[in-house]
T-cell receptor
Framework: KQEVTQIPAALSVPEGENLVLNCSFT??????LQWFRQDPGKGLTSLLL?????REQTSGRLNASLDKSSGRSTLYIAASQPGDSATYLC??????????FGTGTRLKVLA | EAQVTQNPRYLITVTGKKLTVTCSQN?????MSWYRQDPGLGLRQIYY???????DKGDVPEGYKVSRKEKRNFPLILESPSPNQTSLYFC???????????FGDGTRLSIL
């Protein structure tokens, strides 16, 4: 059964720091992988989607990579800002339409 | 404005009283899905729908029903709610599994 793990569960960094969030999965037979952010009391906002044939995707200060063979994805945030404070979730999509989410990394960027 | 709308946002009810949480999207998305979010367990998929009249179970379907009679609507039905269904529920939609999901703002259900 596919399992998705995100480490660390929480992270606190000073403003301006570059940081990496990790997502690992146990079954490499994925269709694609998405990164989301969730603000308190809100739904999820999609950040990046990487298809299984791709290695990375970039949007502004965000870069997500995917290594299917090792079962890992990373989300790189450059020059972090207090507005980046949120919970970041990764989700894998299987060959059907099933989504499996990690439990998230709670990020706090200190001004 | 493109959005996924869930109603109600908050509901406190009692065991056994049937309830429906509505979900509507205005983006002509084919794919819709329901999730529940619980502390320590993350988001778990309840049911999903690939198109009108096509639905399938996610990881935690027990105690829930869904229907997809129209493309824009995907209601979640709890026929006989129990306290272990107290949770934060999210509806989401997308054009396909190759496209990002759009989420509603969530429905917080408390079942006493």
């Amino acid at each position: 059964k596919q399992e998705v793990t995100q480490i660390p569960a929480a992270l606190s960094v000073p403003e301006g720091e570059n940081l990496v969030l990790n997502c690992s999965f146990t079954d490499s037979a994925i269709y694609n992988l998405q990164w989301f952010r969730q603000d308190p009391g809100k739904g999820l906002t999609s950040l990046l989607l990487i298809q299984s044939s791709q290695r990375e995707q970039t949007s502004g200060r965000l870069n997500a990579s995917l290594d299917k063979s090792s079962g890992r994805s990373t989300l790189y945030i450059a020059a972090s800002q207090p507005g980046d404070s949120a919970t970041y979730l990764c989700a894998i999509i299987s060959g059907t339409y099933k989504y499996i989410f990690g439990t998230g990394t709670r990020l706090k960027v200190l001004a | 404005e493109a959005q996924v709308t869930q109603n109600p946002r908050y509901l406190i009810t009692v065991t056994g009283k049937k309830l429906t949480v509505t979900c509507s999207q205005n983006m002509n998305h084919e794919y819709m899905s329901w999730y529940r979010q619980d502390p320590g367990l993350g988001l778990r998929q309840i049911y999903y729908s690939m198109n009108v009249e096509v639905t399938d179970k996610g990881d935690v379907p027990e105690g829930y029903k869904v229907s997809r009679k129209e493309k824009r609507n995907f209601p979640l039905i709890l026929e006989s709610p129990s306290p272990n269904q107290t949770s934060l529920y999210f509806c989401a939609s997308s054009f396909s599994r190759n496209q990002p999901q759009h989420f509603g703002d969530g429905t917080r259900l408390s079942i006493l």
